[in-house]
């Protein structure tokens, strides 16, 4: 079954009007990425931007979240369905239908016979503590003891600390008792048993810098469905990660590797890891974001450098992830035709940023050990700024390796060498004012005259019609 092409069909067989997939990197200051499928529509929800005709819109949008309000780098690897890169199905009405329409719209998908047909006894729904229209509105399709009320942590949604909001109605499929936990204790939480699946959000409020709330001019629909985390229920696997679009890249890894994956192993994660971060990686470059010191380009830096690290630890010892760019394009291309069109100038600027890092990751990683076995309690801070300074570890890459081990990172020493750092080099910037000379703004500049997104027109998704 082709999940992504079922949900796109099925919604513009209820009026919504297909809607291409934007750009990774939103036209909008307040975020880092596109980090769910509201965030093209945002300015409609406001009311800043008019009501399109028909004002139904149904996409599939990629998403990243690795950074910002939403970020689950920290998750990928370790819970069986999070991804930095993902992409979100979803349905939207500006001031059009509300929620009974959408929660009757969210069941006939889930549990129709032509579409998913999920069973209906392993559907769980959530609605916010006061939304006793939701409630009400769930009684007539499910089970009273399978609708469950939790608050705003669970059950209020936001773009970002700014920007459209609302209370939200959740559904959960119920994955088996034999992965634990109560319906209290997990959904919404860390458990697995009860895996999210579709977020119904009803927008209703628009928040301000200073966190107020304003009602929107209409009440709205917006919607997100995990594709990842729908596939791999449907072909029966527990984790995303076993579902046929990761597998080949599991597959790939274990090649490069010389031993296959194998869940059991204790290493397992870091193939996870590298196949999540290989995805996020090559999408991100394909749309014309390049590895850079800051903004947006040092987050893409970062996951390239965690990928990298993971590598490392499995036994690589030279540059490989340009190597999985194929299997990647073998799983993706053909819905996203600019990856295979791309695929070349990813992979030339995935192995550069790959010998940069191959030629410091062995002597960090030596200083990274001889400190753990000298440090008493906490991590030197200095020691975690040198090997950012010299080794190119980022921050997040260090706590991410003392996480593995369970120790605290001492942040204020290393926040004190990073402020005297930037003090240092703002004095010397004023001296020289030549920036354009030094090697790394060319390699920057070459990389991005190699990368530069050209849009979309080899895709063969959908037409651009808002
Ligand atoms: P979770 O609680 O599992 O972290 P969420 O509540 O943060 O998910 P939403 O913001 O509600 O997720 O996004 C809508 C849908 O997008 C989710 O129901 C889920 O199916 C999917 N989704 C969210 N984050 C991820 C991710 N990191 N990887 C894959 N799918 C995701
Ligand atoms: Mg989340
Ligand atoms: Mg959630
Ligand atoms: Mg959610």
Request: hydrophobic share 35%; aromatic share 12%; with cysteine.
């Amino acid at each position: 079954m082709d999940i992504r092409k079922s949900f796109l069909e099925y919604f513009q067989s209820k009026g919504h009007k297909l809607v291409e997939s934007s750009p990774l990197v939103p036209d909008d200051p307040t975020l880092l990425f596109t980090n769910a499928g509201m965030v093209q529509f945002k300015n409609i929800f406001t009311g800043d931007a008019p009501v399109p005709n028909p004002p139904r819109a149904t996409s599939s949008q990629t998403c990243i979240r690795a950074g910002g309000k939403h970020n689950d780098l920290d998750n990928v690897g370790y819970t069986a369905r999070h991804h930095t890169f993902f992409e979100m199905l979803g349905n939207f009405s500006f001031g059009d239908y509300f929620k009974k329409e959408a929660i009757a719209y969210a069941w006939e998908f889930v549990t129709g016979s032509e579409y998913l047909a999920l069973p209906v006894e392993k559907i769980w729904v959530t609605v916010h503590d006061s939304d006793d229209e939701a409630y009400d509105l769930w009684k007539t399709h499910i089970s009273e003891e399978r609708i469950m009320r939790f608050g705003d942590k669970d059950n209020f949604w936001q773009m970002g600390d700014t920007g459209p909001c609302g209370p939200c109605s959740e559904i959960f499929y119920d994955q088996g008792e034999e992965h634990f936990n109560s319906p209290e204790d997990v959904m919404g939480g860390e458990g697995d048993r009860f895996l999210e699946i579709w977020n119904l959000v009803f927008m209703q409020y628009e928040r301000d810098e200073k966190g107020e709330l304003h009602p929107l001019p209409k009440p709205s629909i917006d919607t997100g469905m995990g594709l990842e985390r729908v596939v791999a229920i449907k072909e029966g696997k527990f984790n995303n990660y076993h579902s046929s679009l990761f597998m080949p890249l599991l597959d790939a890894i274990g090649k490069l590797v010389g031993k296959p994956y194998d869940y059991d192993a204790p290493n397992s994660a870091s193939y996870r890891v590298i196949a999540d971060h290989v995805r996020s990686v090559s999408f991100l470059l394909a749309q014309g974001v390049n590895f850079d010191k800051e903004g947006r380009g040092y987050v893409l830096r970062r996951i390239m450098r965690r990928a990298i690290r993971h590598g490392y630890l499995l036994g690589l010892r030279e540059p490989f992830m340009y190597k999985l760019v194929d299997a990647l394009v073998e799983v993706m291309g053909d819905h996203y035709g600019y990856l295979k069109t791309k695929s070349e100038a990813i992979k030339t600027s995935m192995k550069l940023e790959e010998e940069r890092f191959f030629d410091t990751i062995e002597a960090g990683i030596k200083l990274f050990n001889q400190e753990l076995e000298k440090m008493t309690d906490t991590f030197n801070g200095e020691v975690a700024f040198k090997l950012y300074d010299t080794f190119g570890f980022p921050l997040d890459l260090t706590e991410d390796m003392l996480r593995e081990k369970g120790i605290k990172l001492d942040i204020d020493t290393f926040n004190a060498k990073m402020e005297a750092q930037k003090a240092q080099s703002k004095a010397n910037w004023k001296g020289t004012g030549d920036a354009a000379t030094s090697g790394d703004f060319k390699q920057l500049k070459e990389q991005f005259e190699v990368n530069e997104f050209v849009g979309y027109e080899t895709t063969e998704t959908t037409t651009k019609v808002l």
